[in-house]
T-cell receptor, first 114, second 110 residues
């Protein structure tokens, strides 16, 4: 089992540029979560999907952030335009919806916006 | 969502048992208690969960008090690789989201 796969692992970009983070959940999992982690705010849930449908996006900081899940094996988190305060580690996690909520996290994408 | 209280940090000698407490006095009757940990520069890792009964798996044991207001995660023989931040998270039920607090930073020392 390959686990949750995220790409890229590191991203350095300049303010104003578009950034796209990618996630491939564990095969068979039908819930997908995007988290952001910073020193100041800790680990925060941004959005999660059940069966490819966004369920709760209340954690998305503002309209510059958008997430999609076009199919069960792929999701993207896009920031446009990016700002220095978006610098953080972004984690994707997947699980099976319902019952016990055991989430499996990817290795994260470290984003630096200059 | 239930609130949790965990020590900010703890130390443990290598080879000894690490006992990590968590207070979750506002937990509701149908909420589980989940424990995750995060090793430096890695994503969080699921450890164990429980509802009412004590639980044990290959990683740890979970002791939940009868009134369910607190729990203790036990790593029976801590190793240096167990150095991490440990999160106690009540809930994570039908909504599917986990709310991570600040956790306990466990340092295992030789």
């Amino acid at each position: 089992d390959a686990g949750v796969i995220q790409s890229p692992r590191h991203e350095v970009t300049e303010m104003g540029q578009e950034v796209t983070l990618r996630c491939k959940p564990i095969s068979g999992h039908n819930s997908l979560f995007w988290y952001r982690q910073t020193m100041m705010r800790g680990l925060e849930l941004l959005i999660y999907f059940n069966n490819n449908v966004p369920i709760d996006d209340s954690g998305m900081p503002e309209d510059r952030f958008s997430a999609k899940m076009p199919n069960a094996s792929f999701s993207t988190l896009k920031i446009q335009p990016s700002e220095p305060r978006d610098s953080a580690v972004y984690f994707c996690a997947s699980s099976l919806v319902g019952g016990v909520n055991t989430q499996y996290f990817g290795p994260g994408t470290r984003l630096t916006v200059l | 969502d239930a609130k949790t209280t965990q020590p900010t940090s703890m130390d443990c000698a290598e080879g000894r048992a690490a006992n990590l407490p968590c207070n979750h006095s506002t937990i509701s009757g149908n909420e589980y208690v989940y424990w995750y940990r995060q090793i430096h520069s890695q994503g969080p890792q699921y450890i164990i969960h429980g509802l009412k009964n004590n639980e044990t798996n290959e990683m740890a044991s979970l002791i939940i008090t009868e009134d369910r207001k607190s729990s203790t995660l036990i790593l029976p023989h801590a190793t240096l690789r167990d150095t991490a931040v440990y999160y106690c998270i009540p809930g994570g039920g039908s909504q599917g989201n986990l709310i991570f607090g600040k956790g306990t930073k466990l340092s295992v020392k030789p």
